[in-house]
Antibody, heavy 118, light 108 residues
Framework: EVQLVESGGGLVQPGGSLRLSCAASGFTFSSYWMHWVRQAPGKGLVWVSH????????NYADSVKGRFTISRDNAKNTLYLQVTSLRAEDTAVYYCARGVVVVGLDLWGQGTAVTVSS | EIVLTQSPGTLSLSPGERATLSCRAS???????LSWYQQKPGQAPRLLIYGASSRATGIPDRFTGSGSGTDFTLTISRLEPEDFAVYYC?????????FGGGTKVEIK
């Protein structure tokens, strides 16, 4: 089955860190750009970061630049998002998604929730 | 950054009615790289339309996307009970990728 499964979310104090993971299966993971998108409670979708197929090209939303790091391990079919210096406004469900240039984000995981609170 | 503005914020309609959702971009969207997503409560978004007018795999033909440049429309010809959800447009032709604020289609 073609799917993405996120994990690693949880409750963390302000200033804390987490590593989110996204396990891919059912398709050739190394052939696709991958993205992280987040959604704060009751709010809309916000793109966070993307990474190209071999990990040599990454980009970030201004709101997370310098605090979040996207990476991937193609041997393990896994995407990561290292989130540091967390703030209350980072509280959200974090989705990983597969990117296709002419299509957009055609496959999404179920999301992992990050709550930043003392 | 391309800002996408969706209207209306909420659309109250009955099953069987036609829904027309608008997405306006602050500048022209490159190569019609405009997509639409559907999101139901507690679920991940699902791709409906890409390239402004192409339906994604498995999407019924009651969903139609149109438009170019800065003005795009998603039309649902006859609302089915499962269509009541939040719809987002997104542009992926320019970095950063951006989403509209969403339109909620609710049962009247």
């Amino acid at each position: 089955e073609v799917q993405l499964v996120e994990s690693g979310g949880g409750l963390v104090q302000p200033g804390g860190s987490l590593r989110l993971s996204c396990a891919a299966s059912g398709f050739t993971f190394s052939s696709y750009w991958m993205h992280w998108v987040r959604q704060a409670p009751g709010k809309g979708l916000v793109w966070v970061s993307h990474i190209n197929t071999d990990g040599s090209n990454t980009n970030y939303a201004d709101s997370v630049k310098g605090r979040f790091t996207i990476s991937r391990d193609n041997a393990k079919n896994t995407l990561y998002l290292q989130v540091t210096s967390l703030r209350a406004e980072d509280t959200a469900v974090y989705y990983c998604a597969r990117g296709v240039v002419v299509v957009g984000l055609d496959l999404w995981g179920q999301g992992t929730a990050v709550t930043v609170s003392s | 950054e391309i800002v996408l503005t969706q209207s209306p914020g909420t659309l109250s309609l009955s099953p069987g009615e036609r829904a027309t959702l608008s997405c306006r971009a602050s500048q022209s969207v490159t190569s019609r790289y405009l997509s639409w997503y559907q999101q139901k409560p507690g679920q991940a978004p699902r791709l409906l339309i890409y390239g402004a007018s192409s339906r994604a795999t498995g999407i019924p033909d009651r969903f139609t996307g149109s438009g170019s440049g800065t003005d795009f429309t998603l039309t649902i010809s006859r609302l089915e009970p499962e269509d009541f959800a939040v719809y987002y447009c997104q542009q992926y032709g320019s970095s950063p990728l951006t989403f509209g604020g969403g339109t909620k289609v609710e049962i009247k």
